[in-house]
């Protein structure tokens, strides 16, 4: 199937319906969605769907679909199991054919009757040509038409796209992205796909204006065929990152319980890797930590990295970590070494690489120093800034905003040349410590600079940069 | 060498000299050795030392060693490194001999004059028969005796002990375990060591009752036979936790810069590993989370973990997790989910396993019996809850604290039978969400309960016990 544009409609509703909203208060379901879309200030109208009510908190409420006094663009159905095949009957009668459907307990459940009751909801949405997305899912977030079902999305929009068969994953991200300063452009999740499917949104988001990135959660595909060719094709201007959960026995049982979905094999998995040069991401951590680098680090030089930062062991660690992932850790030349000994006295810091220089790392101007050598350094590619925020406890309030706009001007200025990252993250549990921390992680990622809780994740994520446009070197060539 | 008990003097002072208090207050070194001393609240007496004055900041000083009316059980030297010579002939005409040295610039600057002024050091300190730890190293923590030179330390004591080549980590370690709940009974920082090494506080540790698990972060060891010896015996009943640092070719290159030691092939150490049933740790959380699991799980009976959760993606990338690290999650027996099923509803719900039941986690009650039914299983020997915070942002202060209640009341009774594990970290970046998380996490950890951010890390975990024991198993049949 490909993409149906009537499904866009529902993209950006002018009125959407939801179905299933009780009389008594709940947080989750029908009634959260009402909150959710009135937290971003939905612009549209939204319609309440009770037979049993006319007026619920002071909001009018319609019998059934058909009396909805004009076209929807969204129905969402939040209704028990049981209900749905009703309510979508109703869709068809009203002229409604896009609908999420939010409700669970179908196949996942393992039993004969969730089993049948999904076969009937297919049946219907075939016969009505209706555009499902779901079941057993939180459909969209949209936040430039100020729709979502998620608690914890923002108002903002972004460059980056979610498409996930976990609802939970989704609504995970949006928090946890948003903590790393990104937005997004759309969020689709998509449950059990009884109609619309990972490759569906795929193709959407192929032309859309407004999507730099693409990120997954996969549980199981349908048309693989179709999955490979779009990601191949997309990959190549707009990276795509994958994350496939059930690759384990165990997973893949989980998969069945969860989505009904047929998780896949391991090796089917690697052979897509292979031939689409999709980015591999195992967590929303590594989803979330390429992701930045795509957006703020953009094509690395090359592999010979410049760890700045501060502590012996720390340095034994970083160059561990580094080389694990394949990455380089040169020896500067002498002439750099020449000119950074200048000013850093050898006892208790070391300007080899890693240049372990915590004596001088306070202070913005030599920091500055340092980063302008270190990226003139012909053998260097990237440059690694390392920030231990307990370190620099007794530091005042402008220092820090100094040192912060000194990367902030590095990045700026090297970006396309020399690119930059910085790891930073406290060890301890002091509020004030983690308070700073966080302000300074925030302010960096918003300036542009891609910033990695360690020096692992940081150094895997340009790893995977790297081999994702040595892909696209060797695809075109 | 064995352990020179002459020694042991410095690890509860009476008295201690700290030569280097310069005039000019400064944050690190000298002056921030006394004040840990007196942050820690240190019962014996403190002499700094300074040639040139006889009193600093209302304290009266010394101008060297010998001018000190009574026997020093514990020499600290921070001066420049070209004066360490001469502070080291004082410690021999005052009969001082257990000398901390924190000052660097010896042979890991890499330079002609720093490898000369390290020799020179060597054959003082062997001349003169010094106990020496260091140089270049924060030297000792040890509550009991209210005594460190690390900014982080908390006061009181644990039954952790960190063997450390490394003060950065040794600080960050102190930090980030404070975090989680344990406390430290003595951490030695030893840098280049020139006289005590590893192996010589691993002996005194053996014997020492406050320590049952030892963390250690080596980058080089004089006496590798020794090593493999004394961990094989130790590692019986204390567990050894061992991180290696430099086993990459530039994390070697890192450790020659940082305390001169050469590090070693990577193969000699995976024998290591095998010979003496050491766990492994690449990584300050490695070592926390395997600790945790030695003080707070124990011996687990098993691999089949039963996991109570939320969220469908988040129970497939659990199993995956769980399957990663050769757990298994098994299905439960059929009586068991008939008695989950009286009061759960399977809709939006799983009781398979990983068991997906947000829809109750929130109510004590319901979650009381599920534990109780999940650990009841005859098929599951762990149990593993996974509490998103997030997800319970509504959550009123009384039932929190309900929920605090039932996991440590659960973990009281079971803990010997079934152990458990919870697994609880927030998403975003909501202060309130995070300070309540923290909250929670610390009551947990505090009651006895291993707590771990992810499911991968808890996982993992429970894996290296598990191989510890077995390694415990084999070695004594």
Same mark, same amino acid.
């Given at each position: 199937m490909a993409w149906d544009k009537g499904f866009e409609a529902a993209l950006n509703p002018k009125a959407i319906a939801i179905v299933g909203v009780s009389s008594k208060r709940r947080e989750w379901g029908a009634y959260g969605f009402i909150d959710c879309l009135e937290r971003l200030h939905f612009e @549209?109208?939204?319609? %309440?769907?009770? %037979? *049993?009510?006319? #007026?619920?908190q002071g909001r009018k409420t319609y019998p059934n679909l058909v009396s909805i006094p004009e076209h929807v663009d969204l129905v969402i159905v939040s209704v028990p199991a049981p209900v749905v095949p009703g309510v979508l009957e109703d869709c068809i009668a009203a002229g409604a054919k896009n609908v999420h459907i939010f409700t669970a307990g179908f196949e996942e459940t393992g039993e004969a009757e969730g089993k049948e009751l999904g076969e009937k909801v297919k049946e219907i949405a075939r016969r009505g040509g209706l555009r499902v997305i779901g079941p057993n899912c939180m459909g969209l977030y949209v936040p430039a038409a100020r729709i979502s079902t998620l608690f914890e999305s923002l108002a903002e929009s972004g460059p980056v796209a979610f498409i996930s068969q976990s609802g939970t994953l989704a609504g995970n991200y949006n928090r946890y992205a948003g903590a790393f300063g990104f937005r997004f452009s759309k969020v689709f999740s998509f449950g059990n796909a009884y109609v619309l499917d990972s490759t569906d949104f795929l193709e959407y988001l192929a032309d859309d204006p407004e999507t730099e990135v693409i990120c997954m959660y996969l549980e199981g595909v349908k048309d693989g065929g179709r999955l490979v060719k779009l990601v191949r094709e997309i990959n190549r201007t707009k990276p795509v990152i994958l994350w496939k959960g @059930?690759?384990? +026995?165990? /997973?893949?049982?989980?998969?069945?319980?969860?989505? /009904?979905? =047929?998780? /896949?094999? +391991?090796a089917v998995w690697d052979a897509f890797f292979k031939q689409t040069g999709a980015t591999r991401g195992g967590s929303l951590e590594e989803l979330s930590d390429v992701t930045q680098g795509f957006l703020h680090i953009g094509r690395p030089p090359g592999r010979r990295v410049a760890v700045v930062g501060g502590g012996g062991g720390s340095s034994v660690a970083t160059a561990d970590a580094c080389a694990q992932e394949g990455l380089e850790v040169p020896r500067l030349t002498p002439e750099t070494r020449r000119q950074l000994g200048e000013f850093i006295t050898l006892a208790g810091n070391s300007i080899n690489n890693p240049l372990d220089i915590w004596g001088v790392m306070y202070d913005a101007n030599s920091l500055q120093r340092v980063l302008k050598l270190v990226a003139a350094d012909p053998l260097i590619d990237v440059v690694i800034v390392e920030y231990n925020p307990d370190m620099f406890e007794g530091l005042k309030? /402008?220092? !820090?905003? *100094? =040192?912060?706009?000194? =990367?902030?001007?590095?990045?700026? #200025?090297?970006?396309? *040349?020399? %690119? &930059? &990252?910085?790891?930073?993250?406290? !060890? @301890? +549990? +002091?509020?004030?410590? #983690?308070?700073?921390?966080? *302000?300074?992680q925030i302010r960096l990622t918003e300036g542009g600079v891609a910033v990695y809780p360690t020096l692992a994740r940081g150094s895997r994520a340009l790893a995977k940069l790297i081999q994702y446009y040595e892909f696209q070197d060797r695809a075109s060539s």
């Open positions: @549209g109208r939204i319609y %309440p769907v009770n %037979p *049993k009510a006319t #007026e619920i @059930g690759l384990t +026995d165990y /997973g893949a049982q989980a998969v069945a319980s969860h989505t /009904g979905s =047929l998780a /896949g094999a +391991d309030r /402008g220092q !820090w905003q *100094k =040192l912060t706009q000194c =990367l902030l001007d590095f990045n700026h #200025e090297n970006r396309t *040349k020399k %690119p &930059m &990252m910085v790891i930073s993250r406290s !060890w @301890g +549990d +002091d509020s004030k410590v #983690e308070a700073q921390q966080r *302000k300074f």
